[in-house]
């Protein structure tokens, strides 16, 4: 059974960090791909990263890109994502997602790609 569990949310003032973790049991990250969504109130959910399977890639979405830097760990089956310089517009839930799928070109961004989800983790910007 696959299960993704997210942590490390919070809230935290404009301009500052916070690093999220995704931890994975019944997937490696050799054979699936790892990608980050966020789903900001009153909005559709929308992918922020992606960790293509194989650590092959890596993909941002144009509004975290510079700010977000995703990194991972094979033999601990975690993934996590540093987010910098955060504003008040990365308020919102996060979610951890797997797909067996090597994503190329913006299909990592798509929703149905993915199979497995977590719970998601709250992260509040605010001053």
């Not at 995704?22 to 909005?43: E, H, I, M």
């Not at 996590?80 to 310089?85: A, D, P």
């Not at 090597?102 to 910007?125: A, E, F, K, N």
Request: charged fraction near 15%; proline fraction near 2%.
């Amino acid at each position: 059974e696959v299960q993704l569990v997210e942590s490390g949310g919070g809230s935290v003032q404009p301009g500052g960090s916070l690093r999220l973790s995704c931890v994975a049991t019944g997937l490696n990250f050799d054979r699936y791909s790892v990608a980050w969504f966020r789903q900001l109130p009153g909005k559709d959910r929308e992918a922020v990263a992606c960790l293509s399977s194989g650590a092959s890639g890596t993909f941002y979405s144009d509004s975290v890109k510079d700010r977000f830097t995703l990194s991972s760990d094979s033999a601990k089956n975690v993934v996590w994502l540093e987010m910098n310089r955060l504003i008040t517009a990365d308020t919102g839930v996060y979610y951890c997602a797997g797909s067996l799928a090597r994503p190329y070109g913006g299909s990592w961004s798509w929703i149905s790609l993915y199979d497995y989800w977590g719970q998601g983790t709250q992260v509040t910007v605010s001053s």
